[in-house]
């Protein structure tokens, strides 16, 4: 395939990934209920299978703005995880992650968790490299791409203000 082809645009549909998981006791903290870092890396797992299907390229998950956790995902219910690319810039997309909690025996569903995550897609040379626009279509994938621009400026600004931390604070030795 060559780079014509790689970079025309792509629909969100294209990037849609979907994982299901049945929440055991080893995955629940004191409360039975599933651990929040368990899920966050759920969360990056499925992100990135949606950012590779768009870029069609590796990718490094470049930051993870916001995991927003709604209601607590109980023992014995499953955890859904859909995700898709909602916008790209130059070389990275961001990706929107929903996750939904059913109760096994009554088919009760509710989401319990949202998140946006950004990936990188690079170049066999571990460079930055660009990717497809996205080509929204629902009602869903129209919002997310439309409303994506002022999260990335949100992204930038903290990024700065990130940079600025580790510029003033630096690396000490425990004890200084």
């Keep these: 395939m060559n780079t014509t082809e790689q970079l025309q645009p792509k629909f969100v549909k294209e990037s849609r990934a979907v994982k ?32 590779i299907r768009h870029a069609r390229k590796q990718v490094v998950t470049a930051s993870t703005d916001s995991v927003d956790f709604l209601h607590p995902i109980k023992e014995g219910q499953s955890v859904c995880l859909e995700s898709f690319v909602t916008w790209t810039h130059k ?5 929107f992650v929903k996750v939904i909690a059913e109760e096994l025996l009554t088919g009760d569903r509710k989401i319990c968790a949202t998140s946006f ?7 066999e040379d571990g460079i930055p490299a660009p990717v497809p626009k996205v080509i ?3 009602p869903e994938e129209i919002e997310l791409h439309n409303t994506a621009p002022r999260r990335a400026e949100a992204r930038r600004i903290r990024r700065i203000e990130s940079q600025k931390f ?9 004890w200084e």
């Design 136 to 138: 929204p279509e629902s």
């Design 117 to 123: 995550l950004t990936f990188v897609a690079l170049g």
């Design 20 to 51: 299901s998981s049945y929440v055991l006791p080893p995955d629940t903290n004191n409360y039975r209920t599933l651990f929040g870092g368990k899920l966050m890396a759920y969360i990056d797992d499925i992100a990135a299978i949606s950012a």
């Design 166 to 174: 580790a510029q003033e604070f630096g690396v000490k030795k425990p």
């Design 91 to 95: 070389t990275s997309m961001e990706v």
